[in-house]
T-cell receptor, first 112, second 117 residues
Framework: SQKIEQNSEALNIQEGKTATLTCNYT??????LQWYRQDPGRGPVFLLL?????KEKRKERLKVTFDTTLKQSLFHITASQPADSATYLC???????????FGTGTRLQVTL | GAVVSQHPSRVICKSGTSVKIECRSL??????MFWYRQFPKQSLMLMAT?????????EQGVEKDKFLINHASLTLSTLTVTSAHPEDSSFYIC?????????????FGQGTRLTVV
């Protein structure tokens, strides 16, 4: 069966360090992968999109990698700040339809 | 980025009544809108996809007669939870995409916390 896995345990890191979140998938052939940020009681906010033919994408302090052989995406936040504390969701799109399938999300807590 | 407005943000209703949730794209034309529900500490579960001017496509296990979706214009979609029961209590979120390119980011509303008592 199709599955998208993100670490369900919260990730706690110190301010200034790099946070790395993982998204693994099975039985999917995604055309693209997206990362979203979700704060409690709010809707997700789009961060980055990476396509199947791209290895890496960057945006300011954010970096996403996409390895279709390993079926994995890594999401990095460099120089992390307490304001980065939130739940981060990965989502896959197959390209044949416009809908996204979401992982369960990983909660990031950045402490001083 | 584009703005999607969802209303109301919170609603409490009595069991057996119906509740309507609105989703509006404020600065772009949303050819496709999606409705999700999210339980605490769980992922977003897609309920249905709606395209302007046509019937919504529901995901397996979602009752179309219970969750009525209307996408009458390029800027407005509504979800009506009919004859609500306590098990319908959840966080409902809409998202919208514009343009012909399906491989674009989705813009989400703020979500609606529905509590059925």
């Amino acid at each position: 069966s199709q599955k998208i896995e993100q670490n369900s345990e919260a990730l706690n890191i110190q301010e200034g360090k790099t946070a790395t979140l993982t998204c693994n998938y099975t039985n999917y052939s995604p055309a693209y992968l997206q990362w979203y940020r979700q704060d409690p009681g709010r809707g997700p906010v789009f961060l980055l999109l990476i396509r199947e033919n791209e290895k890496e994408k960057r945006k300011e302090r954010l970096k996403v990698t996409f390895d279709t052989t390993l079926k994995q995406s890594l999401f990095h936040i460099t120089a992390s700040q307490p304001a980065d504390s939130a739940t981060y969701l990965c989502a896959l799109g197959t390209g044949t339809a416009s809908k996204l399938t979401f992982g369960t999300g990983t909660r990031l807590q950045v402490t001083l | 980025g584009a703005v999607v407005s969802q209303h109301p943000s919170r609603v409490i209703c009595k069991s057996g009544t119906s509740v309507k949730i609105e989703c509006r794209s404020l600065d772009f034309q949303a050819t496709t809108m999606f409705w999700y529900r999210q339980f605490p500490k769980q992922s977003l579960m897609l309920m249905a996809t709606s395209n302007e001017g046509s019937k919504a496509t529901y995901e397996q296990g979602v009752e179309k007669d219970k969750f009525l979706i209307n996408h009458a214009s390029l800027t407005l979609s509504t979800l009506t939870v009919t004859s609500a029961h306590p098990e319908d209590s959840s966080f409902y979120i809409c998202s919208a995409r514009g343009g012909r390119d399906k491989n674009t980011e989705a813009f989400f509303g703020q979500g609606t916390r529905l509590t059925v008592v």
